[in-house]
């Protein structure tokens, strides 16, 4: 079992910056795959990157990365995204996920969800 509660969102100008983070209760012990989502209304659960315990991170989207940036830190068990120079295509609620993770151009999937934090970026 595992349970993710995010925080950090808001409502920031164009530019801005966030920081979202996602803490992690897990009760196996076991290292997982943890990783942030996003979804605008109408579309589907893109994934934004994922960490993986023995490959490290990994950018689903190239053209966030130089905006984007996940880090997590084991002794807090919390998961971060840090979004920088924001756009309106940015506002989506943002997720955090762990488990078998799965992305595709259509959606994503995973065991576990947190329940979503909302960004929205805009003048």
């Known amino acids: 079992q595992v349970q993710l509660v995010e925080s950090g969102g808001g409502s920031v100008q164009p530019g801005g910056s966030l920081k979202l983070s996602c803490s992690v209760t897990t009760h196996t012990g076991r290292r997982i795959p943890m990783g942030w989502f996003r979804q605008a209304p109408g579309r589907g659960r893109g994934g934004v990157g994922v960490?993986?315990?023995?490959?490290?991170?990994?950018y689903c989207v190239d053209s966030l990365k130089g905006r984007f940036t996940i880090s997590k830190d084991n002794a807090k068990n919390t998961l971060y995204l840090q979004m920088n120079n924001l756009e309106p295509d940015d506002t989506a609620m943002y997720y955090c996920g762990s488990g078998n993770i799965v992305t595709t151009s259509s959606g994503s999937s995973t065991d576990y969800w947190g329940q979503g934090t909302q960004v929205t970026v805009s003048e």
């Open positions: 960490v993986d315990p023995d490959l490290g991170i990994h």
